[in-house]
């Protein structure tokens, strides 16, 4: 996806790690961009930072290293996922559903009643997010 909507021709290095893959950009703005476009075709949550790497009080400079975390909700289409019961309540289906398609929303299927549903990347994080 991100290629066919070239959404990485700003990337300006990429790295593969082993819980997923760092985007590199130079500007701030860029990496917001692409943030924004991941929210808009997967489903997840994202957190920003930003440390201090040196300042000039003179000047009153500041070199500022900005960190994007996007966190995408490990699900594909056609997984069958039993769902928590409170989060199976909220959207009105059984608890298992199958997974019909995954867009900034996750589609599912309710295989007892025959009822579609959607649910949203913030209901999936608060139902999947365990302290």
Same mark, same amino acid.
């Given at each position: +996806?991100?290629?066919?909507?070239?959404? #990485?021709?700003?990337?300006?290095?990429? $790295? $593969? !790690?082993?819980?997923?893959?760092?985007? @590199?950009?130079?500007?701030?703005?860029?990496?917001?961009?692409? %943030? *924004?476009?991941?929210? %808009?075709?997967?489903?997840?949550?994202? $957190?920003? #930072?930003?440390?201090?790497?040196? *300042?000039? !009080?003179?000047?009153?400079?500041?070199? +500022?290293?900005?960190?994007?975390? =996007? !966190?995408?909700?490990?699900?594909?289409?056609?997984?069958?996922? +039993?769902?928590? +019961?409170?989060?199976?309540?909220?959207?009105?289906?059984?608890?298992?559903?199958?997974?019909?398609?995954?867009?900034?929303?996750?589609?599912? =299927?309710?295989?007892?009643?025959?009822?579609?549903?959607?649910?949203? #990347?913030?209901? =999936? *994080?608060?139902? @999947? %997010? =365990? #302290?």
């Amino acid at each position: +996806i991100i290629l066919k909507k070239q959404a #990485s021709l700003r990337v300006q290095a990429v $790295e $593969e !790690e082993n819980d997923g893959i760092n985007f @590199y950009f130079a500007a701030h703005n860029q990496a917001q961009k692409f %943030t *924004h476009f991941l929210h %808009t075709v997967v489903p997840g949550t994202h $957190e920003k #930072s930003s440390k201090l790497i040196s *300042h000039n !009080e003179r000047d009153a400079t500041a070199n +500022i290293k900005m960190t994007f975390v =996007y !966190e995408i909700a490990p699900i594909c289409r056609d997984d069958l996922v +039993i769902l928590p +019961i409170k989060a199976a309540r909220q959207l009105g289906v059984n608890q298992l559903c199958l997974v019909l398609r995954v867009s900034n929303q996750i589609h599912l =299927y309710d295989l007892a009643a025959g009822v579609y549903t959607a649910m949203t #990347s913030l209901l =999936y *994080h608060k139902s @999947y %997010t =365990y #302290s």
